[in-house]
């Protein structure tokens, strides 16, 4: 899943993004919850993932 600056910021942190909000809603309306993604920024990997409670919550954030 490609990710913007700011969402692969917050990633990184530890904090969750949300997935379900109205301006998203194409980017990642193939999104279920319980799914798991590898998040990418610039196709470099920042995080393992999965959707919980309408957001992208890491997993495994990967310092690379």
Same mark, same amino acid.
């Given at each position: 899943?490609? =990710? @913007? *600056?700011? *969402? +692969?910021?917050?990633?990184r942190? &530890?904090?969750?993004?949300?997935?379900f $909000?109205?301006a998203? $809603? *194409? $980017?990642?309306? @193939?999104?279920? /919850? &319980?799914? !798991?993604?590898? +998040? !990418? =920024? /610039?196709? !470099?990997?920042?995080?393992?993932?999965?959707? *919980? +409670? &309408?957001s992208?919550?890491? !997993? $495994?954030?990967?310092?690379?």
């Amino acid at each position: 899943l490609a =990710l @913007t *600056e700011a *969402e +692969a910021n917050k990633l990184r942190h &530890g904090q969750s993004v949300p997935v379900f $909000r109205m301006a998203d $809603r *194409e $980017r990642f309306s @193939t999104l279920c /919850e &319980g799914d !798991v993604l590898y +998040a !990418v =920024l /610039e196709g !470099v990997p920042v995080a393992i993932s999965r959707i *919980e +409670a &309408g957001s992208l919550c890491p !997993v $495994r954030v990967l310092n690379l």
